[in-house]
């Protein structure tokens, strides 16, 4: 079964672009349900990385376990998506923005545009896919292993991510995650991996159930 990772910093650490309210509902209320929800689909059976469960569930159309599975590795990437403070990018992934977009700033200025003008729930993504960057959005539980490449970042677009902090204002929110939050250090490791063998970041591995 699948278990829910703990958070890679504290409650109250990405404050105050995200409060400590926020971020205990939503991981410890709405990621949970997703992992819960996907082990009780799974039930019993063997199952290997969530990736391939993901993959398995879009490949047979089984709809909730798409939702329930891709929701909760998504959730998982956020969290290792953010970080507390400012970063930059390193050498390499600095470079290839300033090749794809023209810089950092061209680069927040598609990013927050394309998840502020992303109708309804979902994600945005910051991708690595065929030696170019893209900025990608998917819908409700879809996740970036549909759309190919290495997800660098992905920053969360549903309503409970961000209305207790910034109610409806997606724009500002995206504005103060892409400034003050988003975790360059990992999309520089993504983005290593990205050149290297495409493989990056996956969802902690499943664990037996006990007995």
Avoid at 29 to 34: G, L, N
Avoid at 87 to 112: N, R, T, Y
Avoid at 137 to 158: F, N, P, Q, S
Avoid at 173 to 193: E, H, I, S
Wanted: proline fraction near 3%; charge should be negative.
């Amino acid at each position: 079964m699948f278990s829910l990772p703990d958070l890679p910093y504290a409650y109250d650490a990405l404050q105050p672009v995200l409060s400590e309210t926020t971020m205990r509902t939503h991981h410890d209320k709405h990621h949970a349900r997703y992992v819960n929800v996907t082990n009780e689909i799974l039930g019993d059976a063997a199952v290997g990385a969530l990736e391939d469960v993901v993959r398995k569930a879009v490949a047979e159309g089984q709809k909730k376990l798409i939702n329930n599975a891709g929701q909760a590795w998504n959730h998982a990437l956020f969290w290792e998506s953010m970080t507390p403070g400012g970063q930059a990018p390193g050498g390499d992934l600095a470079a290839a923005i300033d090749a794809d977009f023209g810089g950092l700033e061209a680069l927040k200025a598609k990013f927050v545009a394309e998840g502020n003008g992303h109708f309804g729930s979902g994600w945005v993504w910051l991708i690595a896919k065929g030696g170019k960057l893209s900025v990608e959005t998917t819908h409700d539980g879809a996740t970036a292993l549909e759309l190919g490449g290495t997800a660098l970042l992905v920053c969360d677009l549903w309503e409970h991510a961000y209305y207790l902090d910034h109610k409806n204002d997606r724009e500002g929110f995206l504005k103060a995650w892409f400034d003050r939050l988003a975790n360059w250090r990992f999309a520089d490791t993504q983005f290593a991996a990205a050149k290297a063998d495409g493989a990056g970041w996956t969802y902690p591995a499943a664990t037996a159930k006990a007995a």
